[in-house]
């Protein structure tokens, strides 16, 4: 007795698609089992690898959901090439298939799971299952207890069939020629009337049907499915038969379909994302030759490399190095160019095949190699240490040529490019210099400079876009309301007038005339490649009586 069934595609392992196709199903007599014939198949129609698979096979009344009624598993089923044959009713641990079975559960469906992956597409078992119910039908013929009338249906027995009188009469409603004749028990009625034997036309002949006696056509020797419309299922089983080789499919037999379903391990190249979520050791995956990923590869866990890893110089992005408190592998031959961070020692380590070496960064301008631009570049990029003196390379060429200049950090960056404290002389400006008592060295001062103004041209080699004045304002002698003040590129920039009876006496004509400082601090748009400063006053009389000196000048930009 023959029974076929078909599923639908799987996913047998991570990586390997197949398909399963029964291909028949035959029962036998107590104890009862049904062959199972089939083959694991690829998503392209080959054979799936050889090897040991486990399958579990269920019985359920309903095509999904429920509950399965029968279960057996077949926990070393072989497969090779692609087929393989079960005899159900005698798995691992048999679960008997009995005729009873089947008269209760007269509709199942097949389930198979291969290994540990979800349940394949239930199949409904056609009626060739049920000839297990036709040996039932064929015991009926060998009774030799008396059928009692609660076994009879309505309706089996036909009057013809029966010898005998209405209760005495010789009609149906007949009048009882007799009292006596009345007196039967356990009399067949009409309602009993109207059967044939046990689904026969005659008394002791073949049952016609298992599950309808009167309609059947010889079930018990029934070879096929009843009206089978799986005939093209039976044909891909039959040539599954002639699967039974290994390594005899090469992979340019194959459809274009079923080769690109296969990670390509031979020179080829995967086109899109590959996402691997746990762990890949490439250590165990031999290639002969390169694996190419040409779109980009997710990787959850670890990736395991045994090989080198080609990027083509294409960025990877969100790449951390391992953190170590020591190194986590000797340094020598096999390991030149290893690197890892040394989370106890904040270093970025380098083998050079004889030791780890720490990376020194050196910030933008802490050395003539590595020189700023500008002050301002310096702070922007994160390797200000605060006002002081730093590398610039203002020209942006060969470092050759950098210089040390004086960075104000903490008020925004400024670079200064411009400074005379006038200790060694008046270091271009057009005035001599004096010494005014506490406070040293000034330029111009007592006798030398009074009504007129003192001038000097500063080159500026630093881009920038603002300039920024800085100085020391001296006022000497007997000052009476007059003004001081201070020119860039002949733009008045600062003014304050002053009174001989403010500040302390420092230095100049005498008693009752006190000096002071002003502080001039002025910044202005500029972008120009030298900047003119001027400092002068409105004072009207000899510079013995009234003067002025300067100090400390600075000239920054920004």
């Known amino acids: 007795m023959n029974a076929t069934v078909s599923f639908g595609r799987v996913l047998l392992a991570a990586l390997i698609p197949v398909s399963l196709l029964f291909a028949s199903a035959t029962a036998g007599a107590a104890p009862v089992t049904i062959e199972v014939d089939g083959a694991l198949l690829t998503a392209g129609g080959g054979p799936a690898a050889d090897g040991s698979y486990t399958l579990t096979f269920r019985l359920y009344d309903v095509p999904t959901g429920g509950e399965a009624f029968w279960t057996e598993v077949h926990a070393a089923s072989d497969v090779k090439g692609g087929g393989f044959h079960e005899v159900l009713g005698d798995g691992t641990v048999p679960s008997p298939l009995t005729k009873d079975l089947f008269i209760a559960h007269q509709s199942p469906y097949l389930g198979v799971q291969v290994n540990k992956e979800p349940e394949l597409p239930r199949a409904f078992v056609r009626t060739t299952a049920f000839a297990l119910v036709a040996s039932h039908a064929l015991e009926a013929k060998q009774l030799t207890q ?53 689904g026969s036309s005659a008394k002791g002949g073949p049952a016609t049907s298992a599950l309808q006696a009167d309609k059947a056509t010889l079930a018990d020797k029934a070879t096929l499915a009843d009206n089978a419309t799986a005939a ?92 170590a408190d020591a190194a986590p592998a000797g340094c020598d031959a096999d390991h030149a160019g290893g690197l890892y961070f040394n989370s106890k020692d904040k270093a970025l380590m380098l083998c050079d095949g004889a030791s780890w070496l720490a990376f020194s960064y050196t910030p933008i301008g802490s050395s003539a190699t590595n020189p700023g631009a500008s002050c301002l570049a310096i702070l922007n990029a994160g390797d200000s240490k605060g006002d002081g003196i730093y590398w610039l390379d203002p020209d942006g060429g060969s470092p050759s040529n950098a210089a040390q200049y004086v960075c104000d950090m903490k008020n925004g960056g400024w670079t200064r490019v411009g400074f005379d404290d006038f200790e060694t002389g008046s270091q271009g400006w057009n005035v001599s210099t004096t010494s005014c008592g506490s406070w040293g060295n000034i330029l111009g001062g007592y006798s030398v400079l009074a009504g007129s103004a003192t001038t000097k041209t500063y080159a500026i080699a630093v881009a920038h876009t603002k300039l920024r004045l800085t100085a020391d304002y001296c006022r000497i002698d007997s000052w009476d309301g007059e003004k001081a003040y201070a020119n860039i590129g002949g733009v008045e920039v600062f003014a304050k007038t002053g009174a001989a009876a403010n500040g302390t006496q420092v230095c100049g004509g005498g008693p009752g005339w006190n000096e002071e400082k002003f502080a001039v601090d002025a910044t202005v748009s500029h972008n120009g490649a030298s900047a003119k400063i001027d400092f002068g006053s409105t004072l009207d009389q000899g510079a013995s009586d009234e003067s002025f000196g300067v100090d400390n000048v600075s000239v920054w930009v920004q």
């Open 146 to 198: 008396p059928i009692t009338a609660d076994e009879i249906g309505a309706g089996a027995v036909t009057v013809d069939k029966v010898g005998f009188t209405y209760a005495g009469s010789s009609s149906k409603g007949g009048a009882a020629s007799s009292a006596l004749m009345l007196e039967c028990t356990g009399c067949l009625t009409d309602g009993h009337v109207g059967f044939n034997y046990a």
């Open 232 to 323: 093209d299922i039976a044909a891909v089983a039959q040539k599954a038969l002639a699967l039974e080789c290994s390594g005899c499919v090469a992979l340019g037999m194959l459809s274009a379909d079923v080769a690109n379903a296969y990670l390509p391990l031979g020179g080829g190249v995967l086109t899109g994302d590959l996402t691997v979520q746990g762990k890949t050791g490439l250590a165990s995956l031999a290639t002969s030759g390169d694996a190419g990923i040409t779109g980009k590869a997710v990787v959850g866990g670890a990736l395991t490399v045994a090989g080198g890893a080609d990027f083509s110089w294409k960025p990877v992005t969100n790449f951390r190095l391992q953190a």
